[in-house]
Structures are given as structure tokens and as C-alpha cells.
């Protein structure tokens, strides 16, 4: 082994002993309930196509269209040649959907993180962040220079003392707070009226990423904002394509001069080569499906599963409704074991752990989508019942990982 890779052998000694070494999965088969891994079928409580957009043909065709069209690559950056009609298209989409006056597209939600927080602030200004904000938010406030400051999870008073002491520091500087409308990892909501209340109150800005909201919430599904009736009071409105949508990419929408600052200022939409219009093709009949019946039905069956799932195994449901349903098991090498134990079983869950999540709370991440059957829900109950009964889900002092259940049976 050369120095070089020893010393890496050395790091990786580091992250293993820890129990937070990670590896990748290989899977042989579209995102659907059911996936192929190591030539064997696993249920899927992983995936966040909540809405099993991905494997849908209405998707898959335009895409299809836009290669046949569009060929496979944008050929460069948008802003040299690779301004394609299927981005536009999807900008237009994005806008309508989200009832916003304009939209810019991105590669990844993460890229339109980091694009938007670094156009807007530099280091005179403070970036106000909730405490388990998703990695991409954190590192585009530390990338930006900002002051950063952190508040406890959905304190709104914690938040409003650093809003106090931000105004105090320097009157006219830029003041932004961000959060997730629906966090990531817990599957609970930010009180949003009241953050949009106070960033009122302390004339600054909101950026609410919606990631996990998006096509599941509010009357028209455009997300927790709308749920919230404050759709119209936030100035930086974030997206994932790669969710319920179904595909992949990220944006921003709102004001028109926001969409132009940022097609002047966003590096990473600046310096990176243009989405594959075919991506940009099927995020948009993604939109579209979303507003017909069809599309309707799939987020109205969604929640009937997670319904279903918190009826039968309450000490998931303890929070609002949501497809995201964490098990906090604590202990890493816990969280591990059950994730394998799981896999036994043929379910496949996810142990989440650092720095996804804070050290020591470390948890099975279960996802719900619209195409769980009522038969994948029975096997979710049994497994985790028989887990518990196994000790594998050690839940030792932790009360919140014991799993009950139903009294009567249905
Ligand atoms: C997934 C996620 C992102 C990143 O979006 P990608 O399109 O996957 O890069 C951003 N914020 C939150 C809260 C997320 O869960």
C-alpha cells in the first residue's frame, strides 16, 4: 500500500471504530415498493418518491421525447448555450405550480442551497438557521461568510432573541432566516407563521426549503407554505425535483428580480453544465401529473398509508402527518443492527446516523409512498414486531423506540 492510501486506510479506521462507516448498495431495478439488491427483492421503506413518480411512464415518456428532440447533454453552462426550451419549459412550470412570479432550475436541491444563500449574503450580513437544518443549508451559510447563528429546533424564541441581537449588531445588514418546512430526518413541520410573523417583525428575509413538502401539502400540494396560508410572505422559496416529483434537481422561485440576481450570482448554476433536458423534460410532466386526478389521488393515497402505519404502530405517529417516520433508536451500532436485522426480513430501512443526524440519536428512517400496498404496510408491522421481540431494537431506556402496538387487531 503506498503512503498515500494507508493514510486513508487510517481515516476510514477512524470513521469505522465509530460505527459511522458507510457503503454503497447496489440496486438492479426502478425505485418501486418492491427493489432488486444483490439478486434478491427487498420492500423499500427508503426511498422519498413518495408519490412513485420515478418509475412513472407519463414521466419516463417525455423524457424519452425530450432525448429523441434534445439528445442527451446541454452542451454547456445555461448561460453560454445550454439554455435549453425543455429548462425554460420547466421554469414555467415551476412558477405556475408554486403560484410565484418566476423560477430558476438547478442540478440538485443541494446545488440551489448553495446558489441562493451565496447570492444573497456576504460576510457583513447573518444567515439564521433552524439547528437541524439538512447539511446543504449549513454549508451554503458557511460557504456564503455570513455570520452564522443557529436556533433550537422550532424555538421561536430562541429565534427571536438572535433576530434581536442581529438587528442590534448592524441595523441595515442583511438579515436571512432559513429552515425546512418539513425537516428530513424527523418528519415534523416548522411552525410557519410565526417564523414569517417575526421575520416580518425584524424586516428580514425567509428561505424555506420545501424539499420534503412539496407535492404532499397545502390545497393545490404546493407545499407546507401554502398549508400555512404564507405563501405569498416568503421571499425564497426552495424545491427538490428529486422527491415527490420524482426525478432529480432543485429550485428556487419567487420575485423576478430574485430569479435575475441569481442567474447573475449563483456559482452553481453559473459554473456547471446545464441539467440533461431530459431530466428537465420529466420534471415537468412530473408538475403536470401532480395536478390532474391522478396525481391527486397518489398524495391522497399516501397519506391513507401513513394512516394505516401510525394506526397499527403508534409510537411512529407522534408527530403530524408525514411519509417520513423515524424510529430513534440512540446508539449507532443499535440503529445498524436493526437496519440488518430488517434486511434479513427482506425489508430494506435505513439506519440513519451522524452527521445526518446529532451523535447517539441515531434512528431507522422508514419512508412511506402512495405505492405501499396494504400488504407491504402488514409486512412493515411484522417485521418491526418481530424485531422488537428480538431484542434487536434494544430500546433499553429510550421509551420512544419501544414499538407498540394496536390493541385490538384489524
Ligand atoms: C434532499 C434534500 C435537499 C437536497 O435536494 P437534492 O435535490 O436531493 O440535492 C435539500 N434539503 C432537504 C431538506 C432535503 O431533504
Redesign the pocket.
Known amino acids: 500500500m503506498s503512503r498515500f492510501e494507508t493514510e486513508l486506510e487510517r481515516r476510514l479506521e477512524d470513521i469505522r471504530s465509530t460505527n459511522l462507516f458507510r457503503q454503497l448498495r447496489r440496486i438492479d431495478s426502478p425505485q418501486s415498493p418492491e427493489i432488486q439488491a444483490d439478486s434478491r427483492s427487498l420492500l423499500n421503506f427508503s426511498s ?1 418518491d413518495y408519490l412513485g413518480f420515478a418509475n412513472e411512464p407519463a414521466l419516463k415518456e417525455a423524457a424519452i421525447r425530450a432525448v429523441e428532440r434534445f439528445g442527451v447533454g446541454s452542451g454547456s453552462s445555461r448561460l453560454i448555450c445550454g439554455s435549453l426550451g425543455p429548462h425554460h419549459d420547466l421554469e414555467d412550470a415551476i412558477a405556475s405550480f408554486k403560484e410565484q412570479p418566476a423560477a430558476l432550475s438547478f442540478s ?4 440551489a ?1 448553495l446558489g441562493a444563500i451565496g447570492s444573497l449574503v456576504t460576510r457583513d450580513d447573518v444567515v439564521i438557521l433552524d439547528k437541524l437544518s ?1 447539511a ?2 449549513i454549508d451554503a451559510a458557511r460557504l456564503s461568510g455570513a455570520a452564522l447563528r443557529i436556533f433550537n429546533h422550532n424555538d421561536m424564541e430562541d429565534l427571536e432573541s438572535i433576530l434581536r441581537w442581529a438587528r442590534d449588531r448592524a441595523r441595515d445588514s442583511t438579515v436571512l432566516i432559513v429552515t ?1 418546512s418539513v425537516f ?1 430526518m424527523d418528519g415534523d413541520h416548522a411552525p410557519l407563521k410565526e417564523i414569517v410573523d417575526l421575520k416580518d417583525k425584524y424586516d428580514a428575509w425567509l428561505m424555506l ?1 420545501e ?2 413538502a412539496t407535492g404532499l401539502y397545502g390545497a393545490n400540494l404546493r407545499g407546507l407554505a401554502e398549508a400555512a396560508g404564507v405563501g405569498s410572505r416568503v421571499e425564497i422559496q426552495m424545491g ?4 415527490a416529483l420524482g426525478v ?3 429550485f428556487i422561485c419567487g420575485a423576478r428580480p430574485l430569479i435575475d440576481l441569481l442567474i447573475n450570482r449563483a456559482r452553481p448554476f453559473i459554473f456547471s453544465t446545464a441539467p440533461s433536458p431530459a431530466i428537465c423534460a420529466a420534471a415537468t410532466a412530473g408538475l403536470a401529473l401532480l395536478q390532474t386526478e391522478f396525481g391527486r389521488n397518489r398524495q391522497r393515497a399516501l397519506f391513507e398509508r401513513v394512516a394505516q402505519v401510525t394506526a397499527r404502530l403508534p409510537a411512529l405517529g407522534k408527530g403530524p402527518p408525514c411519509p417520513i417516520l423515524p424510529l430513534v433508536v440512540g446508539d449507532e451500532t443499535n440503529a445498524l443492527a436493526a437496519a440488518s436485522a430488517l434486511r434479513e426480513r427482506g425489508l430494506l430501512i435505513p439506519a440513519i446516523r451522524f452527521p445526518a443526524v446529532p451523535r447517539n440519536q441515531a434512528r431507522l428512517r422508514l419512508t412511506l409512498s402512495a405505492t405501499h400496498s396494504q400488504k407491504d404496510i402488514d409486512s412493515l408491522r411484522d417485521a418491526l414486531i418481530a424485531l422488537q421481540m428480538d431484542g434487536a431494537l434494544n430500546p433499553g431506556s429510550k421509551p420512544e423506540a419501544a414499538i407498540q402496538t394496536e390493541s385490538r387487531t384489524t
Do not use: M, Q, R
Open positions: 422519498n440538485s436541491g443541494f446545488a442551497a439538512h446543504c443549508l425546512e428530513s426549503d424539499a420534503h427538490t425535483l428529486g422527491k432529480s434537481g432543485g
